[in-house]
């Protein structure tokens, strides 16, 4: 086993791996399948170092998935920066999704919903998402992808709402998660592209 001592940084270290190994799991076995001890024989550390750092499993949940919340965002911001436009980020985050999707277990996305802290967090966090998605959108009328004239306001409500129905009503047990995703992204942003960006999405279909 190996033993950490209790300087900042280690401990700091700790947790991050604690925190990547946990949802890692979570989403390839389902969270109920997942025992304390598995995630401290994955680190190899004792049961007791573990516990000392996050005193049980909702708690070690909740901070993983405020954790995947941060990696996610930093991801994005760097997509942003390098991408060309918004098309070349949409593109690449879904490639991005899918495959994540392929490496997670349906029971991950079921058993979320029985934890009321990380339901609760994922609800705040959709208001300030649908802000920076209409400011994602009017950044591809500037660019020319998508149409002027719409209501971004209501777009980015619209898509919310679909996505909160098909993650409630537990779609994912009667489709894939790709399948899902596909239907949801491409169907709602052909909508909204101008043939600018009706093009691109074309040719990435048919590749």
Known sequence: MQDYKNSSTNRLVLR?????????????????????DDIAQQLGISKRTLYEIYNNKELLLYEGVKNYKRQKDEMIARIMQVSPNVMDVILKLYQIKIEEFKNSNHLFYRELEKYPKVKAFFEEDREAYNQQFIKFLLRGVEEGYFCKS???????????????????????????????????????????????????????MSK
Request: charged share 20%.
């Open 150 to 204: 719409l209501d971004f306001e209501l777009i980015a409500k619209l898509f919310s709402a679909l996505s909160h129905f098909a993650w409630s009503t537990q779609l994912y047990e009667e489709y894939s998660m790709e399948h899902i995703l596909h239907n949801l992204i491409f169907v709602t942003l052909r909508g909204i592209c101008t043939q600018k960006g009706i093009e691109i999405l074309d040719e990435f």
């Open 16 to 36: 991050e791996r604690i925190l990547n190994t946990a949802m890692s799991s979570f989403a390839q076995h389902g969270i109920k399948a997942v025992k304390m």
